[in-house]
Nanobody
């Protein structure tokens, strides 16, 4: 069964950058859409970005368009989220998730990682 592990979170100043990584255990990662989600305290989980199984298509929440870039390397079983120009409102626990459907709805995903904390503060 697919298992996902996130890394790369941390503390960054506003305007800074982080790159999150999602490592997959399953050799069939190439069959899965991978999404990135975030949740801040007291807020609902938000779909940030997703990438199709082949990597040909990607989608972003309006709040991160132009600042975040999702990519994947199926040979390395890795998915990345490059986050630039970070804002305090980007803070939260970021999780990657795998599913067989494409989109930013959390209900589309069956397998979830544990999450990595992103803090944006001066």
């Amino acid at each position: 069964q697919l298992q996902l592990v996130e890394s790369g979170g941390g503390l960054v100043q506003p305007g800074g950058s982080l790159r999150l990584s999602c490592s997959a255990s399953e050799f069939t990662l190439e069959y899965y859409t991978i999404g990135w989600f975030r949740q801040a305290p007291g807020k609902e989980r938000e779909g940030v970005s997703c990438i199709s199984s082949s990597g040909d298509s990607s989608m972003y929440a309006d709040s991160v368009k132009g600042r975040f870039t999702i990519s994947r390397d199926n040979a390395k079983k890795m998915v990345y989220l490059q986050m630039n120009d970070l804002k305090p409102e980007d803070a939260g626990v970021y999780s990657c998730a795998g599913g067989l459907h494409y989109g930013l709805g959390h209900w589309l995903y069956d397998v979830w990682g544990q999450g990595t904390q992103v803090t944006v503060s001066a």
